[in-house]
Nanobody, 125 residues
Framework: QVQLVESGGGSVQAGGSLRLSCEASRYYYSRGCLGWFRQAPGKEREGVAAIYAGGGSPVYADSVKGRFAISQDNAKNTLYLQMNSLKPEDTAMYYC??????????????????WGQGTQVTVSS
């Protein structure tokens, strides 16, 4: 059983930055796909960014390309999401997730079988 715990959310003004962290327990960071998703009130959850646990090029949603960066620290079993140039439309609950069945990064929610509890990000204009 993999446990994921997010942190780093908060309130920020538009144009600001936040870094989310996701610490994994009992997770082998040499395999699988790790991702960040978000869900705004009244909207479906959407994929934001994903990366192969063993490294390589990540994938991003078009809405965050050039502003967000996903990374990982295998020594700390921690996944990060650096969010810059934040916009009010980035306001959402952010979740990290793990897909242990593939080594290819993807943003298909149904493929992820482990989820964290979420951390709230609020961007004011």
């Amino acid at each position: 059983q993999v446990q994921l715990v997010e942190s780093g959310g908060g309130s920020v003004q538009a144009g600001g930055s936040l870094r989310l962290s996701c610490e994994a327990s009992r997770y082998y960071y040499s395999r699988g796909c790790l991702g960040w998703f978000r869900q705004a009130p009244g909207k479906e959850r959407e994929g934001v960014a994903a990366i192969y646990a063993g490294g390589g090029s990540p994938v991003y949603a078009d809405s965050v390309k050039g502003r967000f960066a996903i990374s990982q620290d295998n020594a700390k079993n921690t996944l990060y999401l650096q969010m810059n140039s934040l916009k009010p439309e980035d306001t959402a609950m952010y979740y990290c997730a793990a897909d242990m069945t593939t080594d290819w990064p993807h943003l298909v929610e149904s493929g992820y079988n482990y989820w964290g509890q979420g951390t709230q990000v609020t961007v004011s204009s």
